[in-house]
Structures are given as structure tokens and as C-alpha cells.
């Protein structure tokens, strides 16, 4: 399936994978760019030289293009910055602020710059900005979201900017391959499928949360405090949503929740770790290769597209 999108990146499908705090990292990236969609290493909060190491240690697992999220609340993101144009990044996606200061440098790098939205009215601004492409992530996904379904702000980005849009949020089988696509997007960011894939580091603790998932399972902290994270239920969850609902202070809330993904993700704590997972997690029934995965969902996303069976 060519689009804009696997023209600009060079990358043989249109998936891209999300690029997610402490599970994006260099094992996982590398595998979904070798299998022909487009890794990304997730830089979080990571110092720049952590973020330097991944980048290498892609490269030697494969030659093909991949990128790195920058995550721009992080301190240490205009090093971060820095290093991606340093080692030759083919693409950088952006997340949590505006990737503006920037621009110039990477663009001057040769660099594809695709930051996340969640509205029109930021799809526009970065567009202005000199954005190659946007991500629209609809309040589906995992993590931090917005407040627009991908149903709603897909199209609406799609209408309001003439850059190729990736639609991000619920996508997790070639049906909602195909759904996006008819949406008006030109690619799909996916992560919570990725969790799961058998070159993803995450403990199997919290992979088996995910595959074992119901539709219900999937709750969201943070409202009242402007920071609105999707996860799945756990003791943690419904200790900070009880706190939420007594209107206890933003520090005491954080407290509850420092270094929660990173107990999850390396330690397999299901009980108080943060299971970022997105809706889709009730979907997710099995551990599979990214190759397996990837070609799973665009040979059924093709089917669908060229009107083959509704069914799955």
C-alpha cells in the first residue's frame, strides 16, 4: 500500500510504531522497521547519551529507516534534539508541547518531522510550522491523550491540512487499517498492539494484562489535573481515582504515580505499576512477532480496502 506517507519515510508499509516511554526502545523499534513499517524510539525523559546509545544500537540490527520521539516537556529535549540530527535520523515524531524551536534545525538536517496532535487548530499550526506530516491521536489511545475520538479528528485534520495525516488512537487490526484510510488518513500509528510483540521488552506480566483485557478495562487518571492518562485498571488506578474524587493536591497525586510505567514495563508490577495500554487492549488476543503483526494487519487492511469481506 504506497501513500505519501511511506513515500516520504521510505518504509514498505504504512505503519508506524508508537513511540512510547521505557517500551520503545531499540529492540522493538529495529524489529517493526525491519518487518517494513517505521520503528520509533521513544526518548521519554531519557538523558541524550541513553538516547544516542539506542539510536546506534538500531542501526546495527537494520539498515532501514526509523525515528525517535521526542518528547518536548522533557528537560533535556534540545539535546535530545540535537542528537537525532548528530546521528543522522531519517524522522523524529513529537509529543507534549510544540516542536517550533526546533524546526529549522532539523529541517535543515533533512529530517521528517511528524508531531502528534489532538486538535485541528494544532494540525494547522504545525503545518505553518514546517510539519512533513501530523499525527492525529484520538482520546483511544494509551497514555496521555486529548479529548477527540479518532473517528472525529481524523477527518477533520484530514480536511484542514493539505500534509499527509497518521491516524493514531483504537487502531489495532486491519480493520481499523482500513477504517483510517476511509477517514483520510495516509498512515497509522499504532502502539498497544506493539506491546505485546514478541521483541517488545516489556515484562510478561504486563503483557499478559493486555491480552487478557476486556473493552471495559481501559480507565483514564488525570482529568481534573489537565493530565489525562489512558490505562488499564489496577489497584493504582482506583487508589488515584479515589484521591482524584476527593480533590487531593496535584503532589500528592504524582507521588502515587512516580516511576509507576517503569515498574510495570521492567518490573511486571501489574498491581500499582501504570499500564499504559490504549481501548483496542480488549482486541489484543496474542504475543506475535512484528512481522507477523504488521503483515497480519495490512493483508487484511488491503482485503477490506479492496472490497473484500467485513468479517474478520
Known sequence: MKTRITELLGIKYPVIQGGMAWVAEYHLAAAVSEAGGFGVIGAASAPPEIVREQIRKVKELTDKPFGVNVMLMNPNAPEVAKVVVEEGVKAVTTGAGNPAAFMEMWK????????????????????????????????????????????????QVADAVSIPVIAAGGIGDGRGVAAAVMLGAE???????????????????????????????????????????RVL??????????????????????????GSLRKAVMEGDVVHGSLMAGQIAGLVKQKQTCKEIIEEIMAKAEELLSGGSQRQ
Open 187 to 229: 498512515a497509522v500509528q499504532m502502539g498497544t498492539r506493539f506491546i505485546v510483540a514478541e521483541e517488545s521488552i516489556v515484562h510478561e506480566n504486563y503483557k499478559e494484562k493486555v491480552i487478557k483485557a476486556k473493552d471495559i478495562d481501559s480507565e483514564v487518571t488525570g482529568r481534573s489535573t489537565g493530565h489525562p492518562i
Open 233 to 258: 485498571r489496577n489497584k493504582m488506578t482506583r487508589e488515584y481515582l479515589k484521591m482524584e474524587a476527593d480533590g487531593v493536591e496535584l503532589e500528592e497525586l504524582e507521588r502515587l504515580t512516580l
Open 108 to 155: 535543515e538536517a533533512g529530517i521528517k518531522v511528524m508531531p502528534v496532535v489532538a486538535s485541528v487548530a494544532m494540525a494547522k499550526m504545525m503545518e505553518k510550522a514546517g510539519a512533513d506530516a501530523v499525527v492525529a491521536e484520538g482520546t483511544e489511545s494509551g497514555g496521555h491523550i486529548g479529548s477527540a475520538t479518532t473517528m472525529t479528528l481524523v477527518p
